[in-house]
Structure formats: structure tokens, C-alpha cells
């Protein structure tokens, strides 16, 4: 019986029996992900929130979001950057996503094919409160990393100290975080002002789903699972 690749149980395998659109099915046949394929669910390896990495001795934080598009090759094996250990050096191999992604990552970031990159730490998502402009608003880390401000030099949101405040230059987020930032006030040129930094209550309700294949580990996001079918094996 076909059901959606969510549904499977730790533990529980299926193959591959659809992928919904076409864009989608070249995106998962570069991470072994493809129709006729057996793959088994695994537990969560690593908890929800922020990761640092190191590229070009630049410190920079992702979210979850970001760092699931990103796929690196250690000792010749592909795997996922969350699946690294920390202080880890891995080449990026691929970035999934659309050209915006990897626009973004690349002009803003430095992240891209080829380079090499360390794992520093995983991090608990914080509750970031600013202002902007007299309007405050709470924004989670993962949504802070995406606003770089200059302080001396351009850095992330998420670097400043509390009651430090700086210009924004770039929001480099897609058009749904940025219309959400948008609707805060949040907007380049703007001045931002850090409030308080504090340990978030925000929930990941969708958690990503870490599968096993014949040959390596991935993990896909929920809105890529919605549209993959599997026949459940017993």
C-alpha cells in the first residue's frame, strides 16, 4: 500500500514508489534518493536549531533550514553538514535549491561548490528581541543569521551584543523570510537595535527526516517529503 514517506516509523522501511514533480525528482536522484529505491527512516541524529561554521576563518551561523541544503564530501563519503561531527573539515558538494539559495549563500556567505568548511558547534535556537525604529519584535536565531549589519565590519544580526545597534546592509533570506522580516519593520538601510538575546521557546514542528539508503545517510525537509510516496516493506 503507497503512503507519504512521513508516515514510515523509525525503523520502518519502504521503496520509493513516486516523486511528485519533476524539479523535485532531479533534486533527490543527486542525494540517491530516486523511484524504486529502498530507504529506511532513521531517529533524528541531531537536535533542532542553529549551527556554526567555520569558512575562510569567517564564523557564520545557519539555520536549520539553510544548513539541510547543504550536502559535503569527508573522506569520500557525502553526507549531510548536520551529519558531521563538530570541528569536522568537509568540502561542500552540493547545495540544493534553486539558483536564489545558492546566490545567496555564495555572495553573502562565501559558501559554495568546492569550498571547505569546518563544523564549530551546534547550537539551541535563542530568542532574539529588536527594535527597529521604536517597533520591537522577537525574531528566532535561525531568521537573526539572516540579517547582516555593519559594525565596524558587516557581520550577522545574531554577533551583535545586546544593546548594540547597526545599520542594516543585506537581508539575505528568500522572499518568504524577507516578507516576514518585512512585516516587522525589518528592512535594509534600516537601523536594528539588539534588545535582548535570551533561550528560545520557539518550536521546530516539523523536524527533518534522516533516511538510510543502499550506500549513505540523508536528510530531507518536510515540504520535500509531502510529495514522496512510498510501498511500505514489511
Request: aromatic share 4%; charged share 30%; net charge positive.
Amino acid at each position: 500500500m503507497e503512503k507519504n514517506i512521513k508516515l514510515l516509523k523509525i525503523g520502518e522501511s519502504g521503496r520509493i514508489s513516486r516523486i511528485d514533480g519533476p524539479s523535485l525528482r532531479e533534486r533527490m536522484k543527486k542525494i540517491g534518493i530516486r523511484e524504486g529505491v529502498f530507504v529506511e527512516r532513521l531517529g533524528l541524529m541531531f537536535p533542532p536549531g542553529c549551527v556554526e561554521i567555520k569558512i575562510s576563518r569567517r564564523k557564520i551561523t545557519l539555520g536549520l533550514g539553510v544548513t539541510m541544503k547543504l550536502r559535503v564530501n569527508q573522506g569520500g563519503r557525502t553526507l549531510g553538514l548536520l551529519e558531521m561531527k563538530p570541528h569536522g573539515r568537509a568540502v561542500v558538494s552540493a547545495i540544493q535549491g534553486g539558483k536564489r539559495i545558492v546566490e545567496i549563500l555564495k555572495k553573502n556567505f562565501g559558501i559554495e561548490t568546492g569550498k571547505i568548511i569546518e563544523l564549530v558547534k551546534r547550537k539551541p535556537d535563542r530568542e532574539f528581541l529588536v527594535e527597529v525604529e521604536g517597533r520591537q519584535s522577537s525574531i528566532c536565531e535561525g531568521d537573526a543569521s539572516k540579517i547582516l549589519v555593519r559594525k565596524g565590519k558587516t557581520i550577522q544580526l545574531n554577533y551583535l551584543k545586546e544593546g548594540d545597534e547597526a545599520p542594516i546592509v543585506v537581508i539575505a533570506a528568500g522572499l518568504q523570510a524577507r516578507s516576514m522580516l518585512h512585516d516587522n519593520g525589518i528592512e535594509e538601510g534600516r537601523v536594528i537595535r539588539l534588545v535582548q538575546a535570551a533561550q528560545s521557546d520557539f518550536k521546530e514542528p516539523e523536524l527533518p527526516l534522516v533516511l538510510r539508503t543502499d550506500d549513505q545517510e540523508v536528510s530531507i525537509g518536510y515540504g520535500m517529503a509531502e510529495k514522496i510516496w512510498v510501498e511500505e516493506v514489511n
